[in-house]
């Protein structure tokens, strides 16, 4: 069975300029979570998705990002325009619908996005 | 207050002894507890959950709940220097719906052969 996968692995970007991560989840799992590393700091969640309704993006930053799940399938996360503190590891974890309290969340290798 | 704190290390012990990890957190209704590894440049791996007091084995890890206390650990017997990464400890609070995961910062553990 594939895992979570993450493209691309490595981002480097202008300030300013835009940013698209994809994430492909586990087939089957209609659990899709983002989260976000930056240096020095703990793993953040930023939204998840269930299928392709949004049940929750209060870690959203800000609105320069902005997420999608066409068809409940794959899940794209874009920055536009990025700053400098958007520079972190972005995750992508997937689970199935059963019982999100004890489910386990499969994460992606990550995204390494930096911003100069 | 952080909502999930761990000890960043680095923690070093020798082969063939126990590593101790160590986790509080500030949601005294949280009600789910997981323990990550992540080996440097590698996504987190599962290792263990616990949802109730008291302590849960797995192999050679062993995770401890103290619900009144607010504190989970993650005992790791016959340290190998396989287990070096970084061990993150996860919640999920009382009132998420959701599942999202609250992470600590991650203890990085060494072990020396």
């Known amino acids: 069975e594939a895992g979570v996968t993450q493209f691309p692995s490595h981002s480097v970007i202008e300030k300013g300029q835009t940013v698209t991560l994809r994430c492909d989840p586990i087939?089957?799992?209609?659990?899709l979570y983002w989260y976000r590393r930056v240096m020095g700091k703990e793993i953040k969640f930023l939204l998840h998705?269930?299928?392709?309704?949004?049940?929750?993006e209060s870690g959203m930053p800000n609105n320069r990002f902005l997420a999608e799940r066409t068809g409940g399938t794959y899940s794209t996360l874009k920055v536009q325009p990025a700053e400098l503190e958007d520079s972190g590891v972005y995750f992508c974890?997937?689970?199935?619908?059963?019982?999100?309290?004890?489910?386990?969340?499969?994460f992606g290798p990550g995204t390494r996005l930096t911003v100069l | 207050q952080k909502e999930v704190e761990q000890n960043s290390g680095p923690l070093s012990v020798p082969e063939g002894a126990i590593a101790s990890l160590n986790c509080t957190y500030s949601?005294?209704?949280?009600?789910?507890f997981f323990w990550y590894r992540q080996y440097s440049g590698k996504s987190p791996e599962l290792i263990m959950s616990?949802?109730?007091?008291g302590d849960k084995e797995d192999g050679r890890f062993t995770a401890q709940l103290n619900k009144a206390s607010q504190y989970v650990s993650l005992l790791i017997r016959d340290s190998q220097p396989s287990d070096s990464a970084t061990y993150l400890c996860a919640v999920i609070g009382l009132y998420n719906q959701g599942g999202k995961l609250i992470f600590g910062q991650g203890t990085e553990l060494s072990v020396k052969p």
């Open positions: 616990i949802y109730s007091n």
């Open positions: 949601d005294r209704g949280s009600q789910s």
């Open positions: 974890a997937s689970s199935p619908w059963t019982r999100v309290f004890t489910d386990t969340q499969y």
């Open positions: 087939s089957g799992h209609d659990n």
């Open positions: 998705f269930v299928k392709e309704s949004k049940q929750d």
